[in-house]
């Protein structure tokens, strides 16, 4: 019996503690990578879908713009050289848009604010901001608008061309 036991210790295989610890260490690394990729991705996955929006919103204002030779803003306001103009996209519902815009700010990937805004230049560019309107417009002169969102300027910039 003891022969037996003797052979069966000799015999024994396992993992040392060092290639145990090396093993442990390549697995922490391999998952940082993949949180960070993900973190990243998801951002990337926001601000895209934020593109697509300001898209399809480009292309229904366009429409609109096309069949009524007028914004779809809301009354009182025209936009000038001097004014942007908040969009009313209930107008646009369900001609030119399927469903109205969704204003939380959060589900585009800005955490700077709780609620986006949506308007038009006077030569049609529509744009997204983080700053409330005033009467539902924006005066371009004087009015700094901060967190500017357009389909080239993703996150931000500090204006908007009337």
């Known amino acids: 019996m003891r022969?037996?036991?003797?052979?069966?210790?000799?015999?024994?295989?396992?993992?040392?503690l060092i290639e145990l610890l090396v093993v442990i260490v390549i697995l922490g690394i391999l998952a940082t990578i993949v949180v960070i990729n993900v973190?990243?991705?998801?951002?990337?996955?926001?601000?895209?879908s934020?593109?697509?929006t300001l898209a399809t919103l480009q292309t229904a204002s366009d429409e609109y713009y096309f069949d009524n030779t007028a914004y779809a803003v809301y009354s009182g306001c025209t936009p000038s050289s001097s004014t942007a103009c908040q969009l009313e996209d209930s107008t646009l519902v369900p001609q030119y848009l399927h469903t109205n815009l969704d204003t939380n700010a959060p589900d585009y990937g800005v955490t700077s604010a709780s609620t986006m805004y949506f308007?038009?230049?006077?030569?049609?560019?529509?744009?997204?901001?983080?700053?409330?309107?005033?009467?539902n417009?924006?005066?371009?002169?004087s009015d700094t608008l901060t967190g500017v969102y357009t389909q080239t300027s993703i996150p931000n910039t500090t204006s908007v061309t009337c």
């Open 50 to 52: 934020f593109k697509t």
């Open 39 to 48: 973190t990243g991705a998801a951002t990337k996955a926001k601000q895209s």
């Open 137 to 141: 417009n924006w005066t371009c002169t």
């Open 119 to 135: 308007g038009v230049t006077s030569n049609g560019k529509v744009f997204a901001t983080t700053t409330a309107p005033s009467s």
């Open 3 to 16: 022969k037996f036991l003797d052979r069966a210790r000799r015999e024994e295989s396992g993992f040392t």
